[in-house]
């Protein structure tokens, strides 16, 4: 009696959280935002340092044919139903493959998936290896979503590389039409899966079968996204008084010329909406120098202060100089330089701290619209290296100028980077490894968030193009180069990690919240 | 004004009290607004008390007796306010016990549509006692997340709630519990509710379906939600489903959904017991391998908890109760030798023992290899700090409690998940946290918790609230039972003026106590977490 097994699905045996391994599937017909799901699930899951890693079918389908015609989807074609069985297979193939040399823990399988057939053989080839499956699948009946997503990423899509985009459309709305014929939504019938199915652009959600705790995290992220097309724009406060004598944190007021900013800033944001008027919701921290430089913004316009968008937290080196640091505590700044993101200052912060503490933050951003983020360096290095995939060792030496507006359109194969200088002289506040100068010119190496000059269009990763039903820009590089990434230079697991810092006292902190 | 407010509740619902002890599950605790003190897991906090710009929020529970509520208004209750969102759950039936006097039953057409006029008024009289309360306490008390635990049960009432709700600007999230699983019912209904007297000498599974039926007749009609203009997530069967309906979901619905993924209803227990000793001296980096002793007494330890468990069975068989099986009983340890070897005494037996890395120790950072009076001597301005707050303060290199809470998150919803019964062996600053989650432990208290070596904390669920019992390891050694070699001893006394969970002050009010609630817990608990009255330091 006393001996009687817990069941697997309870956690009771089996793997460590440490070495479980999960499928994400997507399910659900072209057009509906799957790629943009896939990838901001990647990208979500490497900033909290899973690894993760989107297979796309498509990809493997076009290198047998690149630019198929809608016939190519139609269930009588058996040549096409052949070639995309295979790609399926050689998908599967190197995601297996991907979890057992490369120590994969999240794959996220991008296709329609949209047969209960092609859904029993994943979660079969998955069960062999041991590997959990979660089926996703978005289900929307929103024929003027649907349309604009096809006019949208579709018809710029490699498959109609130049092609009429009119005819693009058809064909690709044709196409639709050949995979609603057999389109299965995940029904009663699958009630043994693991599955999160989201109806109506996220307003009905269906949870089936939750096994852990890691599939439950990735659950609520997916739950928070929507696919409508929204626009981030994101400034540091004007230049500081803290920012023109090198001291770091504090609670500085504004200098001159960063007054001067902050009654430019509607001017830049205007310019920003390209013809297209409409309001902003402005999210500041708690802190004088950016309530100050959003305080000219619409009066109309929502805002908002976050305690979560406090800069970092320098702990017993606030309103120290780096030289005063470098002085005072000698073996902290060099531990610093040597592993930025890890390092904890001593009663403060590290990069990995703020991540934790922007959580919020980030699901409420996907939760939002159109926001404008007045914030701080740090901050906004940890906010970018989310929609840009910046990695661990270069995100916290980001070039963040004072003084210049991004806007960030976070699109299916990537994000979309705009920026909008202000022309307004400003210190530059980046610091070089091992440099305690005070203000210090960025290299041409520098990876800066705002190195393009105005009007320039970039995108965050190359458009790698995408499944069988989807596409990418138009940007995208030819079929030959299509790349697959690999990322090695993440941890398994949000390592536990402990800083240099000494102590955290509690900080009274105060927001005035509504 | 907010004195008497308080009194208003705790005359109306005698869950709430000023301030428990930390053996009793402080999930209904009233916070003390002068002294305002950081939750255990929270990142910041602010000044109107409100965190995630969620605005306010009263969660109203919806289903049927025997599905689960108060068993799920509790568990959120603690999930919320261990992250620090404000949160209070108002219970209906406390009202009513309140108000009719917990012998009188309510009348028989109480929940029906067509209810006499009396019976109508007296459930009028009862809902505006208990919604008062809750909006006095959302506009007066800085309340961000009230949770409403009654029936609910038809669609037009869930409206016109929502409707008054929103004119006091709250929020409403409508979560129901809906069971059609009849195994799930009924083990419900027999752990919970049969142990009035009407079923005495009944079958437990004729007292349960009997109880069911009488549900059915109390309540007639019910409605499972399906409003489109609502908001409202569904749990269905224990939480193998969950469904929801969004109009305006904000950040805290959504993390309500996912510490609702991680929930289920059904009673299970938790036990806490540490690992045993090793040989020589260890240090966190040696990570050292059992001892001699630590073998013996994992030996033990695992016989001890054993025949707990068979003997706790024959006693419910012997007082007429369930003859089902025991629950399996699984076993986690963190990845650190010690807890995994200890748990080998377990293994043997056919158990099975599942590793996890994230409940490895509070890391003692550069105290480490440092005596008590080294780490005074070298860091003298961190002991003070430390003093000032023990929760919060990092040693050099070190973690805080804080950092191990905000660690152990992934640990605290696999806990809610698992269904199974559950030892965890664990170094006792993880059992600290673990306990000050499953017990809604004050944050300062958390570091003074002790967990001697010969005791098994056992943590049983009562739907109002958990109940911690202890089961003593006979016959150890006396040298290995208090603090280990391996316990980063820094000093953990609680600042002068912090009332000792010790004292006993504010014990739940007797006179209105339910059946569920065991008036000699305090005492049989008191030996158990003992809080060092002496400075530590003096008895290096």
Not at chain 1, 227 to 255: C, F, P
Not at chain 1, 388 to 407: A, F, G, T
Not at chain 1, 428 to 446: I, L
Not at chain 2, 222 to 237: A, G, P, V, Y
């Amino acid at each position: 009696m006393e001996l009687a097994r817990p069941s697997k699905k309870t956690n009771g045996v089996g793997v460590q959280v440490g070495d479980t391994m999960i499928c994400v599937v997507m399910v659900g017909l072209p057009a509906r935002g799957k790629s943009l799901i896939a990838q901001k699930a990647q990208r979500y899951l490497k900033w909290l340092s899973i690894d993760a890693k989107v297979f796309n079918v498509g990809n493997y389908r076009r290198k047998g044919a690149a630019q198929p015609t809608a016939d190519f989807f139609d269930v009588n074609n058996s040549e096409g139903e052949r070639m995309r069985r295979a790609a399926a297979e050689a998908a599967v193939d190197d995601m297996m493959k991907w979890f057992k040399e490369g120590g994969g823990i999240i794959a996220i399988l991008d296709a329609t998936n949209s047969t209960k057939s092609r859904r029993r053989w994943i979660k079969e080839r998955c069960d062999k290896e041991n590997i959990e499956t979660l089926f996703v699948e978005s289900k929307c009946d929103d024929e003027d979503l649907i349309m604009s997503n096809i006019l949208e990423v579709k018809t710029t899509s490699p498959d109609y590389v130049g092609q009429d985009p009119e005819a693009a459309a058809q064909d690709f709305r044709n196409r639709i039409r050949n995979y609603e014929k057999v389109y299965e939504t995940i029904d009663e019938e699958e009630k043994n899966l693991t599955y999160l199915k989201i109806m109506d652009v996220g307003s009905r959600v269906i949870i089936n079968q939750i096994q852990d705790y890691l599939q439950s995290r990735v659950v609520y992220y997916l739950m928070n996204l929507h696919i409508k097309r929204r626009s981030i724009w994101l400034s540091r406060h004007g230049e500081s008084m803290y920012n023109v004598t090198g001291q770091i944190g504090g609670d500085a007021e504004l200098s001159p010329r960063g007054e001067q900013y902050a009654r430019k800033l509607p001017e830049l944001v205007r310019e920003s909406f390209e013809g297209q008027e409409h309001p902003l919701t402005v999210w500041t921290s708690t802190l004088k120098r950016t309530i100050a430089t959003a305080r000219h913004l619409p009066q109309e316009w929502n805002q908002l202060q976050w305690k979560a968008l406090d800069e970092l937290d320098s702990g017993v080196c606030d309103n120290m100089t780096y030289a005063e640091i470098k002085t005072e505590y000698p073996d902290d700044f060099k531990a610093r330089d040597d592993d930025k993101y890890n390092y904890r200052y001593r009663g403060g912060e590290s990069y990995r701290d703020v991540v934790i503490r922007l959580e919020p933050i980030i699901m409420e951003l996907e939760r939002s619209e159109n926001i404008l983020i007045v914030t701080h360096q740090a901050i906004l290095r940890c906010i970018y290296a989310y929609f840009m995939k910046e990695d661990q060792e270069r995100s916290p030496w980001l070039n963040v100028p004072l003084h210049c507006l991004i806007k960030l359109t976070p699109r299916a194969y990537g994000t979309e980077k705009v920026v909008y200088k202000a022309n307004i002289d400003a210190v530059s506040t980046w610091r070089g490894k091992g440099s305690t100068a005070k203000h210090e010119d960025p290299t041409d190496e520098t990876a800066s968030l705002a190195k393009l000059g105005d009007g320039h269009v970039e995108f965050d990763a190359p458009a790698v193009s995408s499944d069988e039903d989807a596409s990418a820009f138009s940007t995208t590089p030819s079929l030959d180069d299509i790349k697959v990434e690999v990322t090695s230079e993440f941890h398994r697991f949000p390592a536990h990690y402990l800083g240099e810092g000494r102590h955290r006292l509690p900080r009274k902190w105060l927001q005035p919240e509504k | 004004m907010d004195t008497l407010l308080t009194a208003e509740i705790a005359a109306n619902s005698p869950r709430y009290r000023r301030r428990s002890s930390t053996f009793i599950d402080g999930v209904h605790d009233v916070q003390d607004d002068q002294a305002p003190v950081l939750a255990p897991a929270q990142l910041y906090s602010t000044m109107s008390g409100r965190l995630f710009h969620s605005g306010r929020i009263a969660i109203v529970l919806v289903g049927l007796p025997a599905r689960g509520k108060t068993h799920i208004s509790v568990s959120l209750s603690r999930y919320l306010q261990w992250l620090g969102v404000k949160t209070r759950v108002f219970h209906l039936g406390d009202y009513r016990r309140a108000t009719m006097g917990s012998e009188n039953d309510v009348p028989e057409d109480y929940f029906f549509i067509n209810a006499s006029a009396k019976s109508v008024l007296l459930r009028q009289k009862i809902l505006k006692k208990c919604r008062d309360d809750i909006y006095d306490w959302l506009n007066h008390e800085n309340g961000q997340v009230a949770i409403y635990d009654a029936v609910n049960p038809l669609a037009a009432g869930r409206e016109s709630l929502a409707k008054e709700f929103l004119k006091h600007d709250v929020q409403t999230l409508f979560l129901e519990s809906w069971v059609d699983d009849q195994s799930i019912l009924e083990e419900n209904a027999r752990s919970v509710k049969i142990s009035s007297p009407d079923f005495k000498g009944m079958n437990p599974d004729d007292a349960a379906k009997l109880y069911l039926k009488r549900i059915d007749m109390k309540i007639p009609h019910f409605e499972t939600m399906s409003e489109k203009k609502l908001n409202w997530i569904r749990m269905i069967n224990a939480g193998a489903m969950l469904e929801y309906n969004n109009v305006n979901f904000g950040y805290l619905s959504h993390r309500i959904v996912f510490y609702l993924m991680n929930l289920h209803i059904k009673s299970r227990r938790t036990f806490f017991a540490r690992a045993g000793t090793s040989e020589k001296t260890d240090y966190y980096q040696a990570d050292a391998s059992l001892g001699e002793e630590g073998n013996a007494y994992a030996q033990k330890m695992a016989d001890t908890l054993i025949e707990h468990r068979q003997a706790e069975r024959a006693a419910l068989i012997a007082s007429g109760g369930s003859e089902a099986p025991l629950k399996p009983l699984a076993v986690w340890t963190s990845t650190r030798k010690r807890t995994v070897q200890t748990a080998d005494a377990f293994l043997e037996r056919g158990y099975t023992v599942r590793q996890r890395s994230q409940m490895s120790q509070l890391h003692p950072g550069v105290c480490e290899k440092l005596s008590e009076n080294a780490i005074r001597r070298i860091y003298p301005e961190e002991v003070v700090k430390h003093q000032q707050d023990p929760y919060h303060h990092r040693y050099p290199r070190a973690e805080s409690y804080h950092d191990l809470a905000v660690r152990l998150e992934p640990i605290i919803l696999e806990l809610e998940r698992e269904q199974n019964d559950l030892l965890i062996i664990a170094h006792e600053s993880v059992l600290r946290v673990l306990y000050g989650y499953l017990m809604a432990c004050n944050a300062m208290s958390i570091p003074t918790l002790k967990f001697p070596r010969n005791q098994i904390i056992e943590i049983i669920p009562a739907s109002y609230q958990n109940e911690a019992k202890l089961i003593e390891i006979r016959d150890l050694d006396p040298a290995m039972i208090p603090g280990s070699p391996e316990d980063i001893r820094l000093p953990v006394a609680p600042p002068s003026g912090m009332v000792s969970p010790m004292s006993g002050i504010g014990t739940p009010a007797m006179g209105l106590s339910t059946p569920s609630e065991p008036a000699d817990l305090p005492a049989r608990a008191k030996p158990t977490i003992v809080v060092k009255e002496e400075h530590p330091l003096s008895k290096d």
